[in-house]
């Protein structure tokens, strides 16, 4: 038995018969979307045109390098305090921590032994002079006798020796008299320097003996203040170098002024000078150690807080400074700059830098005075390309946001 085909309906029909179409016209519409967003970057430049760079103009230019390096301060005098003779402590004559002149009086010891030795020893002085004039008349008498041939030569010449002892025993007299003044000012501890004193060790009452172990206190002596710095070889060599070559400059007196920056990242108002720098290379550190002498009058400074030198190295007449964005890296990390030739076409530059200056590197070799630097625009052009060179310029850095409280506030 045969059937007849059944009859579809009429909308699957049309259905059927529109969906090639409709199909094809969807898939166009999504080819034309997707390379309308395609990559998500434009074109580098207009149709036919090169694309637009920021370039600088290299200038040499005089620049002071400077070098920022470790340090601790130290004091610039130290004096450790002691007793010159013994006995028992009877006041201590100065605050502790305060300022002491030289020659003020810190310590007295009792002095009442020491000033019956000084007595003992004028009365003996006195006693020798006695000695000496008794000795002196009997010469002058026997010089006389002698000449009438009244007394001996022997009796003469036992005289002579006579006032010979009686005057050592007055310069022994004299000498233990001086001795005897000097322990009776010992009794007097002084300041030997000028300076801040340390806590006492010692309170009124206790024994003391001459040239104890134990210091009574310390005097330190704070303006100026040494500041001590360390350096590595490898960097001292470097400036030599390039001062014999003469790119770098000192004054006629070579000179070098130190600027401090202390611990928290401000600034030391007081500028200091380079003293001497060290004759050795640390073996453990390969570092050597400069000096520097830092005016401390308010007291800021202490002996052996950390702090940062600024050294100034040298001057160069010729500097050549390059912005650092301007500077890359190749896989090898050699240094390399675009440089635009004088047909505005970009040539790869292999360059040496040396010190950073804020935001720029010291060009030490491979480029040259009046040559243009690709800044702006190197990641839609490369080497080859040619560009539409535009001066640029550093834009201000933006200013610091400010907490999430204080906008709130």
Known sequence: ?????????????????????????????????????????SAPAGPGGPAEVGVVTLQAEPHTFTTELPGRTSAFLVAEVRPQVGGILQKRLFTEGAVVKAGQVLYQIDPASYEVALATARAQLAKAQAGERAA????????????????????????QTALAQAQSDVAAARAAVQAAELN???????????????????????LLTANQAQLLTTITQLDPLYVDITQASTDVLRLKKELAEGRLTQDAKGAARVSIVLDDGSAYAHAGTLQFSGVQVNPATGAITLRATVPNPEGLLMP??????????????????????AVTRDPAGVARALVVSAGNTLESRRITTGAAVGNRWVVLSGLAEGERILVDGSQRVKAGDKVKPVPWEARPAPPAKKPASEAQR
Do not use: W
């Not at 010089?143 to 009796?155: V, Y």
């Open 136 to 159: 002196q008349v009997n010469t002058a008498r026997n010089a006389e006798l002698i000449k009438a041939n009244a007394i001996s030569r022997q009796q003469y010449d036992d005289g």
């Open 184 to 206: 009776l000012g010992y009794t007097r501890i002084k300041a030997p320097i000028t300076g801040r004193t340390s806590a006492s060790s010692v309170t009124p009452g206790a």
């Open 304 to 325: 052996g807080m950390y702090v940062r030198a600024v050294l100034q190295e040298g001057v160069s007449e010729h500097a050549l400074l390059v912005p650092q964005q």
């Open 1 to 41: 038995m045969i059937h007849a085909p059944r009859r579809l309906p009429a909308t699957f029909a049309r259905s059927r018969f529109l969906s090639r179409p409709v199909f094809l016209a969807a898939a166009a519409l999504g080819l034309l979307a997707l390379a309308g967003c395609g990559g998500g970057k």
